[in-house]
């Protein structure tokens, strides 16, 4: 069993709706969580990083960790045309010396 | 203001032969990451560097060698492509380690015929 599971899509929504991106994790070490966006034919690039559980709010981001459930989530509001991109989220702990652990990414199309 | 920077951007290889992805970043970091994206598979660590003079494997190491060449540069070598090393290869960098913030080139599409 892969440590970090993330549900690869596709995942098509409206401009304007509320979009909720999800991975579950088997490690309770893990204690650095990200999320991260890739455009097509491009590099990932940090969008979003926390520290253990909690929620932390950037522009029409949050991100929110939920160490007791090993669940942690990325919502979007008020989507846009250009959030289309694959997310990936990460997740690194002391016990892999934080080497950075990917989820599958998943695949998201805002539809104008 | 460069960051990762990756060479070549695409390249198509037959089996057996050999090539050098290269990469260099700017950014003085110490640590430095080669990865491997696969349809379905996601990012998988191929190997690393801490930091300069040493090299660990990843998570699929097998059929690759690296080189830290200094603090700058780090090279993923294939010695006998093969057709499953066909993938998009993305080098990365963080300050250190124990970093969390880690930035990424623009990727090697690698063809394997």
């Known amino acids: 069993q892969k440590e970090v599971e993330q549900d690869p899509g596709p995942l098509s929504v409206p401009e304007g709706a509320i979009v909720s991106l999800n991975c579950t994790y088997s490690?309770?070490?893990?204690?650095?969580f990200m999320w991260y966006r890739q455009y097509s034919r491009k590099g990932p690039e940090l969008l979003m990083y926390?520290?253990?559980?909690g929620n932390k709010e950037d522009g029409r981001f949050t991100a929110q960790v939920d160490k007791s459930s090993k669940y942690i989530s990325l919502f979007i509001r008020d989507s846009q045309p250009s959030d289309s991109a694959t997310y990936l989220c990460?997740?690194?702990?002391?016990?892999?010396?934080?080497?950075?652990?990917f989820g599958k990414g998943t695949s998201l199309l805002v539809t104008p | 203001n460069a960051g990762v920077t990756q060479t070549p951007k695409f390249q198509v290889l037959k089996t057996g032969q050999s090539m050098t992805l290269q990469c260099a970043q700017d950014?003085?970091?110490?640590?430095m990451y080669w990865y491997r994206q696969d349809p379905g598979m996601g990012l998988r660590l191929i190997y690393y560097?801490?930091?300069?003079?040493?090299?660990d494997k990843g998570e699929v190491p097998n059929g690759y060698n690296v080189s830290r060449l200094n603090k700058r540069e780090f090279s993923l070598r294939l010695e006998s492509a093969a057709p499953s090393q066909t993938s998009v290869y993305f080098c990365?960098?963080?300050?250190?380690?124990?970093?969390?913030?880690?930035?990424f080139g623009e990727g090697s599409w690698l063809t394997v015929v």
């Open positions: 490690n309770s070490a893990f204690q650095y």
């Open positions: 990365a960098s963080k300050i250190t380690s124990l970093a969390n913030t880690i930035y």
């Open positions: 990460a997740m690194s702990g002391e016990h892999s010396g934080y080497a950075l652990n």
């Open positions: 560097s801490a930091s300069e003079g040493t090299t």
């Open positions: 950014m003085n970091h110490n640590s």
């Open positions: 926390t520290y253990s559980s």
